[in-house]
C-alpha cells in the first residue's frame, strides 16, 4: 500500500507541473483530472486523463489549441503510445460543452465512484461547480466544490483572454467550421482500427468523447 501511495504522490507532482498550460489554451474553461489518478489506482504506465470543458461553440477549436499545446511539450498521449510510452501523458480524450456537462448513460458503478472523485486542475470555482450540478441527479448526491489544493489556475492568461476575443465573431465561427470538417474526417478515418469491447465514441458540436475500448473500465466496475 505505501509503495502504491508513494507512486500516487509522484504522479500527481508531475502531472501539476504540466496543469499550467491550460491556462494557454483558447475556449478551454475547465480540466478536471479524470480516470486513475482521481480514483487512486494508478500503476507505473498510468496516463493522466482530463474531462475538458470547452466553450459552446467552439469545441472543436478548443481540442485543436490543447493538442497542439501539450503535442508540443511532448505531454500529449497519442493513438499509437501504449504501456511505457503512454505514462505520465495527458490523454484528451473528453471534451464537453454546457450541453454535454451531463454524462450520457450508462451510468454504472465505476462512472459514479470516478464522478464523484473528479479533481478540478484549471477553471473557475463557478464552471466547475455548474459541471458537477448537470450531473447531481444520477450520481445522487449534490457535489459543491469550494477548494482543493491541486487546483492550482482558475483564471485564463491574457494572451488566451485577447484571442478570444478577436476569434469570438465571424473568424471564430469560419475557423470551428474548418477545424470541426478536419477533425471529423481524421476521426472518421481511424476510429474503425481503434475500435474494441463496447466503445464509447461521440463526436458532435456539444462533445467529444474518445473511449475506444471499455473492457478495463468493465473489469474495474466488477471489481467495486
Same mark, same amino acid.
Given at each position: 500500500m505505501r509503495d502504491q501511495q508513494v507512486l500516487h504522490d509522484k504522479k500527481w507532482i508531475k502531472f501539476l507541473k504540466r496543469t499550467w498550460l491550460f491556462k494557454f489554451a483558447p475556449f478551454v474553461e475547465f480540466a478536471l483530472a479524470a480516470g486513475s489518478m482521481a480514483m487512486g489506482n494508478v500503476r507505473p504506465e498510468s496516463d493522466f486523463d482530463?474531462?475538458?470543458?470547452?466553450? /459552446?461553440?467552439?469545441?472543436?477549436?478548443?481540442?485543436?489549441?490543447?493538442?497542439?499545446?501539450? !503535442?508540443? *511539450?511532448?505531454?500529449? %498521449?497519442?493513438?499509437?503510445?501504449?504501456?511505457?510510452?503512454a505514462a505520465d501523458k495527458i490523454c484528451l480524450n473528453h471534451f464537453v460543452t454546457p450541453a454535454s456537462y451531463r454524462l450520457s448513460p450508462p451510468h454504472n458503478a465505476y462512472w459514479r465512484k470516478l464522478y464523484q472523485n473528479l479533481v478540478p486542475l484549471f477553471g473557475s470555482d463557478k464552471k466547475v461547480n455548474d459541471f458537477f450540478a448537470a450531473n447531481s441527479d444520477w450520481l445522487g448526491k449534490e457535489i459543491a466544490y469550494v477548494d482543493d489544493?491541486?487546483?492550482?489556475?482558475?483564471?485564463? /492568461?491574457?494572451?488566451?483572454?485577447?484571442?478570444?476575443?478577436?476569434?469570438?465573431?465571424?473568424? !471564430?465561427? *469560419?475557423?470551428?467550421? %474548418?477545424?470541426?470538417?478536419?477533425?471529423?474526417?481524421?476521426?472518421?478515418?481511424?476510429?474503425?482500427?481503434?475500435?474494441?469491447?463496447?466503445?464509447?465514441?461521440?463526436?458532435?458540436?456539444?462533445?467529444?468523447?474518445?473511449?475506444?475500448?471499455?473492457?478495463?473500465?468493465?473489469?474495474?466496475?466488477?471489481?467495486?
Amino acid at each position: 500500500m505505501r509503495d502504491q501511495q508513494v507512486l500516487h504522490d509522484k504522479k500527481w507532482i508531475k502531472f501539476l507541473k504540466r496543469t499550467w498550460l491550460f491556462k494557454f489554451a483558447p475556449f478551454v474553461e475547465f480540466a478536471l483530472a479524470a480516470g486513475s489518478m482521481a480514483m487512486g489506482n494508478v500503476r507505473p504506465e498510468s496516463d493522466f486523463d482530463v474531462i475538458i470543458g470547452a466553450r /459552446s461553440g467552439r469545441i472543436f477549436t478548443a481540442r485543436f489549441f490543447a493538442v497542439i499545446a501539450f !503535442g508540443a *511539450f511532448g505531454w500529449r %498521449r497519442k493513438k499509437i503510445d501504449h504501456r511505457e510510452a503512454a505514462a505520465d501523458k495527458i490523454c484528451l480524450n473528453h471534451f464537453v460543452t454546457p450541453a454535454s456537462y451531463r454524462l450520457s448513460p450508462p451510468h454504472n458503478a465505476y462512472w459514479r465512484k470516478l464522478y464523484q472523485n473528479l479533481v478540478p486542475l484549471f477553471g473557475s470555482d463557478k464552471k466547475v461547480n455548474d459541471f458537477f450540478a448537470a450531473n447531481s441527479d444520477w450520481l445522487g448526491k449534490e457535489i459543491a466544490y469550494v477548494d482543493d489544493l491541486r487546483h492550482y489556475h482558475r483564471r485564463k /492568461s491574457w494572451p488566451v483572454r485577447f484571442v478570444e476575443w478577436t476569434l469570438s465573431g465571424w473568424a !471564430g465561427d *469560419f475557423l470551428e467550421k %474548418r477545424l470541426r470538417k478536419i477533425q471529423i474526417s481524421r476521426i472518421e478515418n481511424g476510429i474503425q482500427k481503434e475500435l474494441g469491447h463496447n466503445p464509447r465514441i461521440i463526436y458532435t458540436d456539444q462533445e467529444l468523447e474518445f473511449h475506444p475500448d471499455t473492457a478495463r473500465i468493465e473489469l474495474l466496475e466488477r471489481s467495486m
